[in-house]
């Protein structure tokens, strides 16, 4: 069965070459094998951001190479301080044999790259087995190892393109060779022990302004692979890794803790809590406050209604954007959800109205969570923008304009779009995950425990009281009565003396019951829903499965804003229009078909 699978997979790659060669380039075919890579490996949107952008620099030398105009970025120059010699090539003056250079270039370099960078990643079986068998199907001999371009051999351009890149990226601070571990970052509080059946709170925690590590009996990342040991903060040191195009000029070098941390756009401090509640008590916890609120949305049997259409939203002029965090209550509506999205009168493509799409809220916010949340087969941050990518250029209405002028034949345009818009993922994470290691900011499930644990802040004349508590709201955070009916740890109970006096919360009731780790590749979906209802707040989940909790790094600032709105400033700028291709995307959920976490929609 799982030999079955492979070779699915892989017969999909490559057909969508061999078969629709007008559609798909032979870069095309080569980050969807990447993508694949991505989905079997370790989930690090950090690491494979860079992967995807290093891949995206091996196929545009590779093509630029035979280019009389173009100037390879790699090739003949330098990354930091690795000098990547270069001779330069004969470029074939008819116009077949030049294409068939540049693929064979092309698929020698990402063939290269994409081996050693899987190389021991727990999908590394399924992973040589697709590109091998992707290089066997364009025509090319993996086992082709020279790297002597100067012979004239496409094949070995490719080989020695990947071999330079590979030795350069092992001096560019992202510490590949010592399997990305981190060096001088330590955290400061205790993990918090969030087994669901057993462990309520965070009673052990040190700083409420600082990251925690979860301790899971079983960890399971995006990927899908398990884990025994308390994963530690993902990739906070990446502000020391070499970027595509981030300058000095927005760069500053923050000292904590005795070690220099470097910091590009520098967003300035989240709001921090004091425990008399002093400081930006108030903006912390209406921060968190949003993210429980929020959670109670995500109720199937709730009869509100949304349009999704983007008649209704989008469409925030920049100027509209919150300048800082006081802002933040007037931009979100805490008590509906959404923002201050305008919408789009018409479609500026067509001139007509966008057709409502009137979804039950609890529906659309599941999808939503699900889909960025990444997993359990997800390409990562990163990787989607590339899938978002492909799967646009398929589409009748795209145009292979250069910026919405310059007409560009499939390959070079997919070589041109992968660079730029693998250098603004690259950028991305090294912006916003040295904001994230930096000031080192704690997630939600640590916040809203812990302030839970602490008490109530709405008055001193209530049981409980505590001012860096969270805020008492009739019908969403109230206060335990004797014989209430609450859920903890996976059970309906009825609320006996000891618990009268506790905060309870209307909340999101999962996560559902779960013993392994998911495998994207044979999805198990849930045929339960755990619905909406009273929990003990310091007994509060995100929706995400019992065995993945959150993410393991900071969640000041966030990566997938970060990355979206690069991607997507990037891909208007590569195809000349905001609204390409058609005015109008659709994501296609099935009845009961995409939901993991649980039933539905």
Known sequence: MKRFLRLATVLTIVMTFQTSEAQNSVAHTWIETNLEAVRRDFARPTVHARNLWH???????????????????????????????????????????????????????AYRMIKHRYTGSPGQVNTFFIIDTTMTHLGYDPSFTSTNYNTGVPAALGNYIAEQLIAAAMLDGANESGSYENIYYETVNPPLNIDQAHFIGNPDIDSLNRWQSLSLTLFCDQGGNPFTTTPEFLSPEWGDVIPFALADSVKSVKNRDGFDWNLYHDPGAPPKIGLEGDGDTELYRWGFDLVAKWSSHLDP???????????????????????????????????????????????????????????????YARILAEFWADGPDSETPPGHWFAIYNEISQYPEFTWRWNGVDSLDHLEYDVKTYFTLGGGMHDAAIAAWAVKGYYDYIRPVSAIRAMAELGQSTSDTLPNFHPAGLELEPGFMELVQLGDTIWESDTTMIAGPEYVGEIKMMSWLGPLTEDTCISGFAPEYQTEVAGVGWKLAKDWWPYQRPTFVTPPFAGYVSGHSTYSRAAAEIMTYTTGDRFFPGGMGVFDCPENQYLVFEDGP
Not at 309 to 325: E, K, Q
Not at 334 to 361: E, F, K, L, W
Request: hydrophobic share 35%; charged share 20%; net charge negative.
């Open 55 to 109: 891949i995206s620099v091996a196929m545009y030398d590779a093509w630029a190479a035979y280019d009389t105009l173009a100037t390879p970025y790699f090739l003949g120059k330098s990354m930091g301080d690795y000098e990547c010699p270069f001779n330069g090539v004969i470029t074939p003056s008819d116009p077949v044999a030049l294409r068939a250079a540049r693929e064979e270039a092309i698929s020698f370099a």
């Open 301 to 363: 049997d709730d009869p509100t209604l949304w349009d999704i259409s983007p008649a209704s939203i989008g469409n925030i002029p920049l100027d509209s954007m919150p300048d800082d965090f006081a802002d933040y209550p007037e931009f979100y509506d805490r008590d509906n959800g959404g923002d201050a999205s305008q919408g789009h009168d018409i479609n500026p493509h067509t001139g007509m109205p966008y057709a409502p799409q009137i979804v039950p809220r609890g529906d």
